[in-house]
């Protein structure tokens, strides 16, 4: 049998075994659990990323000084620069939890005669 022909097998087969343990109660778990931590966290960044640049340009607000000549600007700006490092922190954090459960996922499907490239 002819390399060519091996791996379009081997995909097929790795195709329908992703789609078993897409329809298992673990896999939704994971997914439910990554949308419920992923989807706040992006608006929370967006939301603040983007309000730096809207309230310098449609407001005066951050124009006031903060301490001593350092205005509300600069204050809001390294307040984006360490909200980044946090919630990379975090997410790094959580995805270590993520794989894990998938990791056990991918044990589980061994088991049950499944393949793991």
Same mark, same amino acid.
């Given at each position: 049998m002819g390399t060519a022909i091996k791996?379009?097998?081997a995909a097929?087969?790795?195709k329908e075994n992703f789609e078993e343990v897409e329809k298992t109660e673990k896999f939704k778990y994971l997914i439910r659990k990554k949308k419920k931590f992923i989807v706040p966290l992006t608006i929370f960044f967006l939301? !603040?990323?983007f309000a730096l640049p809207i309230f310098t340009s449609y407001t005066n607000v951050l124009n006031h000084p903060a301490i001593g000549d350092i205005s509300w /600007? #600069? /204050?809001f700006a390294v307040a984006q620069f360490l909200m980044? #490092?946090?919630l990379v922190m975090i997410y790094m954090k959580k995805a270590a /939890? !993520?794989?894990k459960i998938a990791e056990e996922m991918i044990k589980e499907e061994?088991?049950?005669g499944g393949t793991r490239t």
């Open positions: 791996s379009k097998l097929e087969n790795q939301v !603040f990323y /600007v #600069w /204050v980044t #490092w946090t /939890v !993520f794989d061994i088991a049950r």
